[in-house]
């Protein structure tokens, strides 16, 4: 009996150690498992983080030229304000011209000196008149006073200018007033 209970034992210790093995076995496998969830852990967190910068950053591009533009913008605005009060000097003297032509050389010299001034100053500013007698018509640049039958014009062109349009890039300061042909 000795012998059978020394075969048991040996055979409980046989077991044993293989279920000991085994559990060795389960034990790097969990751990892995633990491992490989640790790691997508993490690289969820780096991308959620990245996602997270990559936002902000294009929110900070966005707001940076949104600022630019508004700046611009406030400049543009200004300039056309303090123009608009001076379109009707540049009006005056438009007529003076037009209408002194059989008046003293010297005065028509001088008053060519005041537009030219003004011309150029306009041009500083970026300030671009518009609105010539042939220039197609635009019902967003052009106010339309009158319309008239024309044989040197083309339908839809301006025959006449009654005053000068003003603008400063896209912005107009003030619409051109003109006659259209039929």
Known sequence: MSRKKEKEKAEQTKAAEETTEAAEEEKPEAEQD??????KSLEDEVAAGKDKYMRLAAEYENYRKRTANEKLSIYDDATAK???ELLPVADSVRMALENLKDSDPEIIKGIELI???LEKSFEKLKIESYGKPGDEFDPNLH??????DSDEYKSNQIANVFQTGYKIGDKIIRHA???VVN
């Open 34 to 39: 633990k491992a490989q969830e640790k790691i």
């Open 143 to 148: 106010n339309a006073v009158s319309m008239v």
């Open 115 to 117: 537009s030219n001034q």
């Open 82 to 84: 303090a123009v608009t």
């Open 177 to 179: 007033m003109v006659q």
